[in-house]
Every structure is written in C-alpha cells, then in structure tokens.
C-alpha cells in the first residue's frame, strides 16, 4: 500500500489536505501477573489504548487547520482516518472516536523552513473500526 492519500477529519472538517503525516497508535497495557516459582515474566493484556500523532503543514485561513484546531485544545472531539482518501471497505477501513485534543502549537520551526504544526489526540473512548462504504 502506498500511503500517500491519507483521509483526515477533526470535528467534522476535513484537513487531508494539510496533513504531512498521521500516525494513528493503538496498544494495550501489559499487566504482569507473574508469580512465586515463575522463572519467566508472564503478562496479560489490560486495558486498550490509543493515541494519534498528526503533523500538518500550518494553515490559518477560515476554515483550515488552525481555525478548526485552536480551540479544540483540551476539548473532546470527533476524528475519523482512513488510509486511502476514498469510501471505506475492507482494504480502507475507517477508524473513528472520540478524543482529546492535547496540542496544537500554532507556530514554531526555524528560519527557512515551513510552518508545521505535531499536534497529539489522547484517547477519551473506544477506538471504533469499520469497513462500510461511508
């Protein structure tokens, strides 16, 4: 797959196309139930976790990135991710939630470089999956 039309939407807007890169992370808690007489650590899943790096190239038009994400900023909201800028289906699927938006540094870099903007959403529900055409 080669991934360079990724879908992106936060709070209902679609940013695709200022997105440079979007890691969407997904992991569980390793809880150690190790016990007297075992010579190897024995872990067992816990709870799920989620999070999503995204690194957008920054946009202060109405409408853009920093309108949308601003004052989203330890606020709860909605984002949805495919891999392919297209319907989902069971190639695309479609990854959804709801979380919290930790930052969004509205401008950093140095001289002569472009204005990015790594922004973090922190999980604030489940992480929901799905491969119908949307």
């Not at 007297?36 to 190239?57: E, P, Q």
């Not at 946009?59 to 920093?66: A, E, H, K, R, T």
């Not at 979380?99 to 990015?116: C, F, H, K, Q, Y």
């Given at each position: 797959?080669?991934?360079?039309?990724?879908?992106?939407?936060?709070?209902?807007?679609?940013?695709?196309?200022?997105?440079?890169?979007?890691?969407?992370?997904?992991?569980?808690?390793?809880?150690?139930?190790?016990?007297?007489?075992?010579?190897?650590?024995?872990?067992?899943?816990?709870?799920?976790?989620?999070?999503?790096a995204?690194?957008?190239?920054?946009?202060?038009?109405?409408g853009?990135?920093?309108?949308?994400?601003?004052?989203?900023?330890?606020?709860?909201?909605?984002?949805?991710?495919?891999?392919?800028?297209?319907?989902?289906?069971?190639?695309?699927?479609?990854?959804?939630?709801?979380?919290?938006?930790?930052?969004?540094?509205?401008?950093?870099?140095?001289?002569?470089?472009?204005?990015?903007?790594?922004?973090?959403?922190?999980?604030a529900?489940t992480?929901?999956?799905?491969?119908?055409?949307?």
């Amino acid at each position: 797959l080669h991934f360079r039309n990724a879908f992106l939407q936060i709070n209902a807007v679609n940013l695709s196309d200022d997105v440079e890169s979007v890691t969407l992370n997904y992991s569980s808690e390793m809880l150690d139930e190790t016990a007297m007489g075992d010579d190897t650590r024995i872990n067992k899943g816990g709870l799920l976790n989620w999070s999503i790096a995204l690194r957008f190239h920054q946009d202060f038009s109405s409408g853009s990135v920093d309108a949308t994400l601003f004052g989203l900023v330890g606020t709860t909201t909605c984002f949805e991710i495919r891999p392919l800028n297209s319907c989902s289906t069971a190639i695309n699927p479609n990854f959804s939630g709801i979380g919290i938006l930790e930052n969004a540094p509205p401008v950093g870099g140095g001289v002569g470089s472009l204005l990015d903007m790594a922004v973090t959403i922190a999980s604030a529900g489940t992480l929901d999956r799905a491969t119908a055409a949307t």
